[in-house]
């Protein structure tokens, strides 16, 4: 199977080597130092789940015409605009393009520049980031993709994906109504990337802390109220469910958003905390632990150096 990943950071590098690695077809687009590392050195995975180092790495330019049964895009939010673009570019007629952001938006934002025909849903499991140019340091055992049809001639692109995946030992789930599990992921992600920003602290602080464990949890009682006022399936037990799964993380993990604001990166601040207050307010929906978090970050987010 032929597979071009966009963005070749913690998602998209992880999943990418390890695909490369299990026989699949696979191409990267990079940039930057990193991408000049990538086609120096290669890539290397540091991973509690066995360190990797694929070289040469094959890396498309500009020019590339080939086409791909299966485009990743692992870019930021800020960033998947000009991806889906170059995703436009790469995918096969009848493949598929499958968004791993965070966010409930990337769906939308790519079916402004793709057939809805090719657009596919998927989720990352997954915490990670660039350690060095060339090098993804991945943290903790967790390394898992969902992916979901979104229309019903997706779906033999997706289960050849999921073979992809299980040849290379990635754990990766069709699931029947992706949205969902999209929003499933979004309800404690989003929070958990505020409160960790917030405290400037990874979870195990946070959870040791009454006071923002319940901030914590008022924000992932607002997400997924928002969820249910626009009109998401979203099960009763799931704040529980989602507060269980977050008490079970390491106490080291940071969120993805604590690592960028730690390296004075810009924020996925609008696409995760401050959707969960546009999208409230929107549905009439009150969102005031979120409003106030985001507000707290908001200067923040276009990126500060340390
Ligand atoms: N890190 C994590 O633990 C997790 C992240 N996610 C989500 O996955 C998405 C990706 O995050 P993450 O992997 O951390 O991001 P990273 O910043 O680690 O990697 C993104 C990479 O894509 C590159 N890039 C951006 N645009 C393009 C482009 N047009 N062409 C080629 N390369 C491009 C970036 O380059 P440059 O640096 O130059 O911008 C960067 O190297 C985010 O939405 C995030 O929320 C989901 C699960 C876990
Ligand atoms: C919380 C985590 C690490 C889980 O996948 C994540 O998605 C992120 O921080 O971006």
């Not at 485009?71 to 995918?91: G, Q, S």
């Not at 979104?150 to 289960?159: A, F, H, I, T, Y």
């Amino acid at each position: 199977m032929r597979v071009a990943v966009i963005g070749a950071g913690a998602v998209g590098g992880y999943f990418g080597a390890r695909l490369a690695a299990g026989g699949a077809g696979l191409a990267f687009v990079a940039r930057g130092a990193h991408g000049a590392a990538m086609r120096s050195h290669g890539l290397r995975l540091l991973s509690p789940r066995g360190d990797l180092h694929l070289e040469p790495v094959r890396l498309l330019g500009e020019e590339a015409r080939e086409r791909f049964d299966a485009v990743l895009i692992a870019v930021k939010m800020y960033d998947l605009e000009a991806a889906a673009r170059r995703a436009a570019a790469l995918v096969a007629s009848d493949g598929v393009v499958v968004p791993l952001q965070n966010g409930v938006e990337a769906v939308d934002i790519l079916r402004r520049q793709l057939a809805a025909r090719n657009v596919a849903g998927g989720v990352a499991y997954i915490a990670g980031a660039i350690e060095e140019p060339g090098v993804i340091r991945h943290s903790g055992q967790m390394a898992r993709l969902v992916l979901g049809a979104l229309d019903e001639r997706q779906r033999p692109g997706l289960e050849a994906l999921a073979r992809a995946c299980d040849a290379a030992d990635v754990e990766a789930a069709l699931v029947p109504d992706v949205m969902r599990e999209i929003w499933k992921k979004f309800v404690f992600l989003a929070p958990f990337a505020g409160i960790t920003c917030f405290a400037r602290k990874p979870i195990g602080p946070v959870r040791d802390q009454p006071a923002l464990w319940h901030r914590f949890e008022a924000m992932v009682r607002e997400a997924v109220a928002v969820g249910r006022a626009r009109g998401v399936e979203l099960p009763d037990e799931l704040v529980e469910e989602r507060l269980a799964f977050v008490g079970g993380l390491p106490a080291d993990m940071r969120s993805s958003m604590l690592t960028d604001l730690e390296n004075g990166r810009r924020l996925e601040l609008d696409w995760l905390v401050g959707a969960v207050v546009r999208l409230g307010v929107e549905a009439g929906v009150p969102v005031p632990a979120s409003a106030e978090v985001y507000g707290m970050l908001e200067p923040l987010a276009g990126g500060v150096a340390p």
